[in-house]
């Protein structure tokens, strides 16, 4: 069964012919009762009871059909365990009389999961949780497809926050491999999942994205000290390639000018010194040779 409109009118044009018919029977209920009080006639009599009780049961009919629909709600309508649609525009409306109403809210919202303890995809443990944004887009399917469209799509979701947690890895040493840390990707993959998983409660997840992830407390130090190892190593290498032109461009310089000619040995001193300067990570104390070049 699919979502539809339920039938409906307009509930001030019904309340309006609710209001008429009972002035018209109250007045033939009382025009009944005198006449029979004045001719003794029990049939008028029976007549105005039956017409006051009959417009009782009419009044009250139409009365349970009344709705009102707030913006961003749907009605969901069965009469006697049987679906007749929906009602979704605002406004104030009548439908089938006795028929049961469910308020089903269409505004957006959102809620956060609660910090989960897993495994990455390289096993270190981590937590993490999300932040889940979605909507109604179907309310039968919301109404009768799950018992509780708010709890299914907190449970699915935090099914989604592990499942994306034990498929990548806290930090990616490849280039080829997606981190968790890798904040746009791994949102859209969350939102898609998620999607999918919702469908059948008919949510729409709009966003879905990470709010926060660490690694656990028991190797959180110990995963500090490789990342700030492995900071330090990547800086190194950077200056050390940087160095390495520097001294090249240098050498090449005092060739092309002719200032000084250098052999090999001479080559490699001026080499080794410049290195030391360039990739020391303390400042260096310069030596002055007022001597030959060769002393």
């Known amino acids: ?93 009548s439908v089938v009389p006795l028929a049961d109403r469910k308020s089903i809210s269409l505004r957006v919202r959102n809620f956060e999961t609660q910090k989960l303890k897993v495994n990455d995809a390289d096993g270190n443990p981590v937590e993490i949780a999300a932040v889940v944004v979605y909507k109604v887009v179907d309310s039968f399917k919301a109404a009768f497809a799950v018992d509780d469209y708010e709890e299914y799509v907190e449970t699915q979701s935090e099914a989604a926050v592990r499942h994306l947690a034990t498929t990548h890895p806290y930090d990616a040493h490849d280039d080829n491999r997606t981190s968790l840390r890798d904040g746009a990707e791994v949102a859209e993959e969350l939102t898609v999942e998620l999607r999918e998983r919702t469908l059948t409660a008919g949510i729409e997840v709009i966003e879905a994205r990470i709010t926060h992830l660490a690694y656990a407390p028991e190797i959180a130090q110990a995963m500090l000290v490789r990342q700030q190892a492995a900071q330090v190593v990547a800086a190194r290498t950077h200056i050390v390639e940087g160095a390495v032109g520097m001294v090249g461009l240098a050498l090449d310089r005092l060739a092309e000018a002719g200032t000084v000619e250098l052999d090999e040995e001479r080559k490699a001193a001026m080499v080794s010194n410049l290195l030391v300067v360039l990739c020391g990570d303390r400042a260096t104390q310069p030596v002055v040779n007022t001597g030959s070049l060769y002393a």
Do not use: C
């Open 1 to 93: 069964m699919e979502l539809r409109t339920a039938f409906r009118v307009n509930g001030f044009v019904v309340l309006l012919g609710w209001l008429v018919l009972t002035l018209v029977f109250a007045a033939v209920a009382v025009v009944a009762f005198i006449a029979a009080t004045q001719h003794d006639g029990g049939a008028l009599a029976w007549t105005g009871a039956g017409v006051a009780v009959f417009a009782a049961v009419v009044v009250l009919l139409l009365a349970t059909g009344l709705i009102i629909v707030d913006p961003n709600e749907a009605k969901v309508i069965t009469f006697f365990g049987r679906y007749i649609g929906s009602v979704s525009e605002p406004g104030f409306y």
